[in-house]
Nanobody, 120 residues
Framework: QVQLVESGGGLVQPGGSLRLSCAAS????????MGWYRQAPGKQRELVAA???????NYADSVKGRFTISTDNAKNKWYLQMNSLKPEDTAVYYC??????????????WGQGTQVTVSS
């Protein structure tokens, strides 16, 4: 019903930057929230950044001041600009959308995940 396609991960040195992108497609009626999560080896998936309808944003304390979430609502796309990257930011990053469709109930959908590795 809803497909998410992520891009933008990779290998970067500490202090560097990356920009992740996510695009949603399908029979979307309303989007209530867009976000990014990450999961490092041996750890639980955690919220990195999210924006809900109305424009309110929420960031994990560990990324405040370094990461910025932005959206292109007309295209159902959202982005995560990651600056001043640290080795502890290394993880698989997943985009997430809270969406209502024309053919099913409101639910969350997930992207396939993209690896971000911060290492010298």
């Amino acid at each position: 019903q809803v497909q998410l396609v992520e891009s933008g991960g990779g290998l970067v040195q500490p202090g560097g930057s990356l920009r992740l992108s996510c695009a949603a497609s399908g029979v979307i009626r309303s989007i209530y929230g867009m976000g990014w999560y990450r999961q490092a080896p041996g750890k639980q998936r955690e919220l990195v950044a999210a924006v809900i309808s109305g424009g309110n944003t929420n960031y994990a304390d560990s990324v405040k001041g370094r990461f910025t979430i932005s959206t292109d609502n007309a295209k159902n796309k959202w982005y995560l600009q990651m600056n001043s990257l640290k080795p502890e930011d290394t993880a698989v990053y997943y985009c997430n959308v809270d969406v209502d469709t024309w053919v099913g109930p409101r639910k969350d959908y997930w992207g396939q995940g993209t690896q971000v590795t911060v290492s010298s």
